[in-house]
């Protein structure tokens, strides 16, 4: 055996967390060695800390009781290479889960008004609370999620005869999407925005 990588983590309890009060389990550290990046490897140990969270395993080989239930997975001032993969392991654990039904079925209609909207806050709880995730993660995952939606109509509307009249419906569902992931990070980012004073 040789090292390829670890992480540390961190429990500390949550007793005043909505929607339920918990063990909130933190990535400080999550490292692969340069010779075994881009290998599966990080995805690899992300996918192990969300399966201690659900108690289907633990560092001792034991499962979890209700009492001490982890309620959440967050990470520590993640950089950059690490936010992307965090970014595509919560994105395919929304695409496969089983209990996300609802929140799911809102991001592959492109032709419905919902599609463009919102996600409804009661949901975006419920699936943060389902995948053991923060809320920001189940936004961002259901972002990729239709865009994946928005890339599969356009692929149909190009093979189409109907050029000049999918390009315009095609540009309106781009300029769509955009639109909708800038409101969540205005959103998100409004303090710092408001702290520059001017749009300049």
């Known amino acids: ?15 005043f967390r909505k929607p339920k009060p918990g063990i909130v389990m933190r990535v400080c550290q999550a490292i692969v060695l340069p010779p075994y990046q881009r290998g599966g490897h990080g995805s690899m140990m992300l996918n192990e800390v969300y399966k201690i969270a659900e108690g289907r395993s633990d560092i001792d ?19 950059p290479g690490f936010v992307s993969l965090r970014n595509k392991v919560d994105f395919r654990r929304f695409q496969n889960s089983s209990n996300l039904g609802s929140l799911q079925s809102l991001c592959t209609g492109v032709d419905s008004n919902a599609f463009w909207s919102p996600l409804p806050e009661d949901l975006v709880a419920s699936g943060a609370a389902n995948l053991r995730v923060t809320p920001q993660q189940i936004l961002i995952a259901s972002e990729m999620s239709k865009l994946c939606a928005v890339e599969a109509k356009i692929k149909v509307l190009r093979s189409s005869n109907e050029i000049s009249t999918n390009e315009e419906t095609i540009e ?9 992931v800038k409101k969540r990070l205005l ?8 702290a520059c004073g001017s749009k300049d």
């Open 172 to 180: 309106g569902m781009e300029k769509k999407y955009r639109l909708m």
């Open 1 to 15: 055996y040789s090292l390829v990588g670890y992480t540390t983590l961190f429990h500390f309890n949550s007793p």
């Open 61 to 79: 080989g034991s499962t979890t009781s209700g009492s001490d239930e982890i309620v959440e997975v967050n990470v520590e001032d993640p950089c």
């Open 187 to 194: 959103k998100l980012h409004r303090e710092e925005l408001g």
